[in-house]
Structure formats: C-alpha cells, structure tokens
C-alpha cells in the first residue's frame, strides 16, 4: 500500500504556462506515464507508486484539480492535455514511454499516440475507450448509445451550475472507514476495493470544485474516436463487468480494431486500479514484455 506522503509532488509548466502538479514514485526501471481518469489523483495505484517496483512512474493532476492552476485562458480541450503530457515527460527527462490510460485519460493517452508515435513505446488501456466515451456509458445497463450520451452530458451541464451549491459540502465530507463503505455497500465501489486506499482516493477527490470538474467533464465529451488504424505500438485493454462508465464490448470493439491488442474482462466496476492493482501490476508486466 502506498503512502500518501510518499507520493512525490512537484510543479511543471506546460506551454500555455499553466502551472501543473506532477506527481511519481521516485523510481527507477522502464518509464512509465500515467494519464489519469479525469480528476483522479496518486493515491488511485498503489502498487505502481512503488519506489523499488522497478519502474520510473510519472503523472500530472489535470488543469484546476489537486494543485494544477486553473489555466488563464480557459484551455481545457484536448490539445491542453497533450501539451501538459510533453511537459511531464520532458520535465522527466523521459523521451519516450508506456502510457497507462484510465477512463477519460484512455482517450488522452491514444490521442498522444496517433500525434506523437515516436515518444510512446505501449499503451495499456483501463475501463476506457479511444473517444467518444460518453455514447458507450451505462452500457450494462443496455442503454442506447444517443441516449447515453445525452444523458450524461445533460448530467454534466446541470452540474456546472449545481456545482458551485454543493462544492462547500462536498469538501467537508469526513471520509471515514464507515463512510468508504457505505459507498462499497452502494456498489459504486467493487468490495474488493482496500479501505484506506479507497479513503485516501475519495477525500482527496473530494477536495474538487464540482463546477469545474463538471467542465472538464464536458470538454472530453467533445472528443470524437480516435483512428486506431494508426496505433501500432503493443496495446492492451482491460475492462470491468459492471464498469458503467465504460462499457466492456466497446472496449472489446475496440481492442479488435488494434492490430495484436490484447482484451481483458475482469468481475470490477469502473474502478479497477483501486479494486483490482493485481491485475493491473500484471497487464503491465505483459505488456512491458512485450514491449
């Protein structure tokens, strides 16, 4: 498990001059870069925050969450979001990479792959599809793709102004061993999910404004499928059985268009690096070999 002061935090400046807060394991071995679910933290992988896991592990909190600025000129798109992956990995020192994608941070990572091919060397995908994420959303629920999308969206721009009522709430909720398992016994969480690293995930989390997450959500709604005929490094994807954010046939569909991919379904919802870091330690390991 790790350690929330072990995490080692510093400042980067991306093109645009935002500042951002990088993050990574002190770590030595094959580069690794983590393009996280959108405004997610650290705390979310355990094991690959490991300082003797043999690997160099770097990451970045996205504009306005945990400690990156708000950027000046409003860029939330996804060029901002490629822009602040080269200034973490040059500030790295790492000139090229495996990628990890979870969620929204699977479209980034692939959209960095088509545009900068050289500086990525594997992709490995968790609960998220290559663009167009919110159509294949409430996919276990057999929902129809439009109306998925609609939904979630429509969810999203009510929380950009909702959000700013409930932002002196949500920052004071006390994140306790009972309160982590009420959102287990909820099933938002898959019950394999450890209690203090799920704590440490939920209350930094919460430390978010709702508005601006809710913008930020809404800017990733706009980006469109990824053209996948245009990935050639070692990919694999993995996806959750009950994962409502990402539905698993679309990340099936999806796997099937990369030449090579490799697909797994594993009993998890849509937070698999916190409920499941064996699987994702492993798929990382293939996919190393491979590389």
Request: glycine share 8%; hydrophobic share 45%.
């Amino acid at each position: 498990m790790i350690q929330p002061a072990l995490v080692r935090f510093h400042d980067v400046r991306s093109e645009d001059g935002t500042l951002l807060r990088a993050w990574g394991n002190g770590g030595s071995g094959p580069a690794v870069l983590l393009s996280n679910g959108l405004g997610t933290n650290p705390y979310a992988w355990p094991d690959l925050l490991q300082p003797d896991n043999g690997l160099q592990v770097v990451g970045w909190n996205h504009r306005g969450i945990g400690g990156s600025e708000r950027p000046a000129s409003g860029r939330i798109d996804m060029d901002a979001h490629l822009e602040d992956m080269v200034a973490v990995m040059d500030d790295a020192g790492m000139d090229s990479a495996v990628l990890i994608g979870w969620s929204i941070g699977v479209n980034v990572a692939f959209e960095f792959a088509v545009r900068y091919p050289e500086r990525v060397t594997g992709i490995l995908a968790i609960c998220g599809v290559p663009g167009a994420t919110f159509s294949t959303m409430l996919e276990p629920w057999k929902v129809p793709p439009l109306v998925a999308q609609t939904l979630m969206i429509t969810l999203a721009r009510i929380s950009t102004v909702t959000g700013h009522g409930l932002a002196p709430v949500t920052s004071r909720i006390p994140w306790t061993r009972f309160s982590v398992n009420l959102l287990k016994m909820a099933r938002v969480f898959g019950p394999s999910a450890d209690d203090t690293v799920l704590r440490d995930v939920v209350q930094e989390f919460f430390t978010s404004h709702p508005a601006w997450y809710a913008q930020l959500a809404l800017e990733a709604a706009r980006h469109d499928r990824v053209s996948l005929s245009r990935i050639t490094v070692p990919t694999a994807l993995v996806a959750g059985t009950k994962d409502l954010l990402a539905g698993p046939e679309a990340m099936r569909s999806a796997a099937a268009r990369i030449p090579n991919a490799r697909y797994r379904v594993v009993d998890g919802t849509h937070f698999l690096p916190i409920e499941r870091p064996d699987v994702v330690l492993e798929e990382l390991e293939r996919l190393l070999e491979r590389v």
